[in-house]
């Protein structure tokens, strides 16, 4: 896939849209150091007021080993999205290896029962331009 696709899913009415983008200035692939930014819209295209109040990723490098990351909210925000409003943000992520990919789960709540329910984020790929041409064997 190129590197400007957008992977987009929607669950319960939030549509979770990322495009990832490999940042050669802040990588060192000499050392080992692969940077990316993504950038992700949460539309709110749904019928009831929601917030994101914590978000968990599960960030897996080219050689199959992965990490767990959980926080509150997203960029130090849990934003509050009426139906039609998007919030966009732009955060980032190193590895150890030229490529690998992500995947997410926001928690959320609709805000007038406090209802929880998780929205998933699409799993999308970190490529960069130091991968190693695939073989066969």
Known sequence: MAKADEFSETTRGIRVTVRSFYLEDQSEPARGHFVWAYRIAIQNEGTETVQLLKRSWHITDAQGRSQQVHGEGVVGEQPVLQP??????????????????????????????????????????????????SRLH
């Open 84 to 133: 039609g409003e998007r919030f966009e943000y732009t955060s980032g992520t190193p590895l150890h290896t030229p490529s690998g990919f992500m995947t997410g789960t926001y928690h959320m709540v609709v805000t007038e029962t406090r209802e929880p329910f998780d929205v998933a984020v699409p799993a999308f790929s970190l490529d960069s331009p130091h991968q190693p041409a």
